[in-house]
């Protein structure tokens, strides 16, 4: 068992984290599965994919606090929200939970700085950066299916925005990626 190396109040709020990131997985997975039977395979596809990004995220946070010393507790997980009303309305939904999400992964930030744990600050910060590139990633599909949605071939462009989301990057580039 590793030596302790991170507070216990940092303990339980990374456990908290650790349970929150599953919880993202589930509102994706719910999502992508209410797509699914609505027939947006290719938005189904995407929130499958990123689904799976969250479950990382969780056992990243699972393998930090155990090897910090910590011990991770695997608990229950808040079941999936409600279905969204339609394709703008689950968009939507899903940028806000990033958005609560980020605000969460601010805590720990805040925390670390205040303990002046520069270890979980530093751990901290690639989720800072991951919460960047979500926010980023979930605009930018809101921004396609506004485009699609007000298309006077509206059907036509869903379509195509649907099919295109099959297979795209689950990544989005950020300021910080940027070659100048
Ligand atoms: Fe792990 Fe999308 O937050």
Not at 8 to 17: A, P, R, S
Not at 113 to 139: G, P, R, S, Y
Request: hydrophobic share 35%; net charge negative; glycine share 4%.
């Amino acid at each position: 068992m590793a030596k302790k190396r991170i507070s216990d109040k940092m303990e339980k709020l990374l456990n908290t984290q650790m349970t929150r990131e599953a919880y993202q997985a589930q509102v994706y997975l719910s999502y992508a599965s209410w797509a699914e039977v609505n027939s947006f395979t290719g938005i189904a596809n995407f929130l499958y994919g990123h689904m799976h990004e969250e479950r990382e995220h969780m056992f990243k946070f699972l393998k930090y606090i155990n090897d910090r010393g910590g011990a991770a507790k695997i608990e229950a997980i808040d079941a999936a929200p409600k279905n969204p009303k339609d394709i703008g309305d689950c968009l939507q939904k899903t940028l806000q939970h990033e958005i609560d999400n980020s605000k969460e992964i601010d805590k720990i930030v805040n925390l670390a700085h205040e303990e002046k744990d520069w270890a979980t600050f530093n751990f901290a910060q690639w989720f800072v950066q991951e919460q960047i590139e979500e926010e980023t990633l979930i605009n930018s599909i809101i921004d396609k299916y506004n485009l699609a949605s007000t298309n006077v071939d509206g059907n036509t462009s869903l379509y195509e925005m649907d099919r295109d989301l099959s297979d795209a990057s689950q990544e989005a580039e950020t300021p910080r990626d940027e070659a100048f």
